[in-house]
């Protein structure tokens, strides 16, 4: 009974030691195309704090853009406001 008492404590300190993980970051993908200003407001007001995009939308299958250097600089500065 004695040794059973003094397991128990041992593991209750020990796990009680243990710290909490850190809370890990929350994120989610949309295309380039999708991303809006209310999106974004309400992704943030979740909570969310990253979000992964992709420029899939203007590239054609043969993997060429379909957009000048220009228009796709102009679609990224438009998506970062």
Do not use: H, W
């Amino acid at each position: 009974m004695t040794a059973l008492l003094l397991c128990s404590c041992i593991f209750y300190s020990k796990a009680k030691s243990q710290s909490v993980p850190q809370r890990l970051s929350l994120g989610f993908s949309i295309g380039i195309d999708k991303i809006s200003p209310e999106i974004l407001t309400k992704a943030k007001a979740n909570g969310v704090e990253y979000i992964e995009t992709s420029i899939n939308r203007y590239i054609d299958s043969a993997g060429n853009f379909l957009l000048t250097d220009d228009e796709m600089v102009e679609k990224v500065r438009a998506a970062k406001k």
